[in-house]
C-alpha cells in the first residue's frame, strides 16, 4: 500500500492533501505492505503455503482514513473514467511503446 503515496504514482499529493483517482472512486483497490509482500515472497520461495495478507478500500474509504489520521480536509479530484484512463494509456503506448513510464503508473 505505501506504493499509492509514492509520486511515481502521482495518486496521493500530501502537499495539497489532493487524491487523484480514475473512475468513480467506489472502485476496489487491493494492496500489502511491502513488508508482507517481502515476508509472502520468503515464505513461497522456502516451500510453504502463504496467502498474501491484503487490504481491500476504495479511493473513497483511504480518504476518509487520510483525513482521520492526518486531521485535514483532502481534496478528491477524478482523472476522468476508467474508459478514459483506458485510452489514455493506450495512446501514451501507441505514441511511445518503448516508454513504459508514461503510462504504467496510471
Not at 38 to 56: C, E, F, I, Q
Not at 68 to 96: C, F, I, Q
Amino acid at each position: 500500500m505505501e506504493s499509492i503515496f509514492s509520486p511515481f504514482f502521482n495518486i496521493v499529493d500530501v502537499q495539497s492533501n489532493a487524491i487523484r483517482y480514475w473512475g468513480d472512486g467506489n472502485e476496489i483497490m487491493e494492496g500489502t505492505a511491502h513488508d508482507d509482500a517481502a515476508k509472502y515472497t520468503a515464505k513461497v520461495v522456502l516451500g510453504s503455503d502463504a496467502k498474501v495478507p491484503r487490504g481491500r478500500a476504495t479511493i473513497q474509504e483511504i480518504a476518509q482514513s487520510y483525513q482521520v489520521v492526518y486531521g485535514v480536509p483532502v481534496k478528491l479530484e477524478k482523472r476522468g473514467s476508467l474508459d478514459d484512463l483506458y485510452r489514455t494509456m493506450h495512446d501514451l503506448r501507441a505514441k511511445n511503446p518503448q516508454n513504459i513510464y508514461s503510462y504504467m503508473s496510471l
